[in-house]
């Protein structure tokens, strides 16, 4: 029985989140992470443009990462699907912030960054994504993670 491409895709994002939940829990951090009540964690959905994928994971692995640490975007961890389509032109991660406020703080303060600028710059000639997708979540009162 085949998935719908979106069920599959949401398929993926669940079991990911749960996997980095598992190994999130055993981290060192545990009791900080349980003690902040107004962590929000963010799932990014890149969309690339046809064949682009592995460019975007490669900018991600040599430039963004950094970038994305620098700024205190904590990265839990990036994941790219299985199962075409979603495998052919879709990379996600999830970003852990101390709130809602510090999440739009870090943002622009990476997009005000003349190296991701630079990066910016250099995608207008060779265009990787064609959208992005950002939610922002909270966990449950019942989440391992919170």
Same mark, same amino acid.
């Given at each position: 029985?085949?998935?719908?491409? /979106? $069920? +599959?895709?949401?398929?993926? &994002?669940?079991?990911a989140f749960a996997a980095g939940s598992l190994v999130t829990n055993r981290l060192s951090h545990l009791n900080q992470v349980k003690a902040d009540s107004?962590? &929000?964690?963010e799932l990014r959905v890149y969309h690339t443009l046809p064949g682009k994928a592995p460019a $975007?994971? @490669?900018?991600?692995?040599?430039?963004?990462a950094a970038l994305l640490a620098k700024h205190d975007l904590n990265v839990i961890g990036y994941w790219v699907p299985n199962d075409p389509p979603a495998s052919e032109n879709t990379? $996600?991660?999830?970003? #852990?912030?101390? %709130?809602?406020?510090? @999440?739009?703080?870090?943002? =622009?303060? $990476? /997009? #005000? *960054?003349? *190296?991701? =600028?630079?990066?910016?710059? %250099?995608?207008? =000639?060779d265009k990787l994504?064609?959208? &992005?997708? %950002? +939610?922002y979540m909270h966990p449950t009162d019942f989440s391992p993670m919170k």
């Open positions: 029985m085949t998935l719908p491409p /979106r $069920l +599959t895709l949401c398929t993926a &994002v669940l079991l107004n962590r &929000v964690f $975007l994971e @490669a900018r991600f692995r040599d430039k963004t990379f $996600l991660y999830i970003v #852990a912030h101390r %709130s809602l406020e510090d @999440a739009k703080k870090n943002w =622009a303060a $990476l /997009r #005000a *960054d003349p *190296d991701f =600028a630079e990066i910016v710059k %250099s995608e207008q =000639a994504v064609e959208r &992005v997708d %950002s +939610t």
